[in-house]
């Protein structure tokens, strides 16, 4: 699973553009752009949106990377209930990988199609 990070260097390599090429081309500093492929940093709508262009592919697509739950549906999230935070506290604490939470997410939805089944 790739990260927004990542598509976008996998694109923008395969474009041949320098990460500086590309910086200038959208208007942005090299090291800003090194922090969105590394996925220290975001990229606004604006700046997503340039990226797609340059890529040619739609906003939507390169969206489909963007693996981020809006910080404010986080907070009603653990505000209507304790126990979110509590879980993904104890998830970071016993450095539970995303791939395995993923994965048990996936068996549980499972379990419960085939569950309702019987």
Known sequence: MKTLGQRIRELRV?????LREF???LKLSAPFLSYIELGQRDPSEDVLERM???FGISPE????YDIR???SELKKLAQSNP?????????ADRKISPE???DLA????????LGGQK
């Open 83 to 91: 126990a979110y935070a509590i879980v993904l506290r104890m998830l």
């Open 69 to 71: 739950v809006p910080i």
């Open 100 to 102: 395995e939470i993923i």
């Open 14 to 18: 395969a474009k041949s553009l320098s």
């Open 23 to 25: 910086a200038k081309k």
């Open 106 to 113: 996936e068996k549980k939805e499972v379990e419960k199609i």
């Open 61 to 64: 697509e390169l969206r489909s």
């Open 52 to 54: 797609a262009e340059a």
